[in-house]
């Protein structure tokens, strides 16, 4: 039964002892590995299907020499991938940069910056916008391309786990920005004991049951 509406969920509710992206994600993969974990782009991912693209994404990250504390910059439409990279960086301690997808020119630049992105995951819409501005950032920054080899090596690529020590709950996970309206955009850094305790929350007062389904249509990057 779900708790009573305003109660708190903590760790022991999910199985877990404390709040980190491995330990519910796969926590949830070994309980319903077929059931479906989300629908997003038109793209239904299970729990297990989750677990294993997370991974992939985490070690692809490392293999560029992302390690904790580093930055990883989201910069593409709503897709499967965006979240692959985001869970995958929290499972070796880095931070993830959601990019608003219509950035571009100068106020893109000012985002990257902030950010000190290692990586940017970005598709062909938005590479050129990427290339505009990568010169002038000062930093070596890979760029990783959503493209068919990238979903094979997510996809369909061998079950490794994680490389890397994954990020607690009281470390940064992710940068959010704000709109710009009144000066440059500023970082929002939020920790993981945030993002988990703010979803915890909204689980409890909304009383989701096994089986519903949340339906959002906001952009990754809010």
């Not at 109660?7 to 479906?36: C, I, K, M, N, W």
């Not at 938005?126 to 010169?135: A, F, W």
């Amino acid at each position: 039964m779900p708790p009573d509406r305003g109660q708190h969920l903590g760790p022991s509710d999910f199985g877990v002892d404390r709040f980190t992206v491995p330990a519910v994600l796969d926590r949830r993969a070994e309980q319903y590995p077929d059931r479906v974990m989300m629908s997003i782009a038109g793209v239904e991912v299970t729990f297990e299907q989750m677990r294993r693209r997370s991974c992939a994404a985490a070690n692809m990250l490392a293999g560029l020499g992302v390690g904790r504390g580093d930055c990883v910059a989201l910069f593409t439409a709503t897709c499967p991938e965006w979240v692959y990279f985001w869970l995958g960086a929290a499972r070796i301690g880095a931070v993830s940069a959601a990019v608003n997808a219509a950035s571009r020119g100068d106020f893109l630049l000012h985002i990257l910056r902030l950010a000190s992105a290692k990586v940017i995951l970005t598709d062909a819409e938005r590479r050129p916008r990427v290339d505009e501005v990568t010169g002038a950032l000062g930093t070596r920054t890979d760029v990783v391309m959503r493209d068919d080899s990238l979903d094979a090596a997510l996809c369909d690529g061998p079950d490794r786990p994680a490389t890397g020590r994954p990020a607690d709950a009281g470390e940064l996970g992710s940068l959010f920005y704000t709109s710009g309206t009144t000066g440059p955009s500023k970082a929002v850094a939020t920790t993981w004991h945030y993002l988990f305790w703010v979803a915890a929350t909204v689980a409890a007062a909304w009383e989701f049951r096994p089986g519903e389904v949340l339906w959002t249509a906001m952009p990754l990057f809010i």
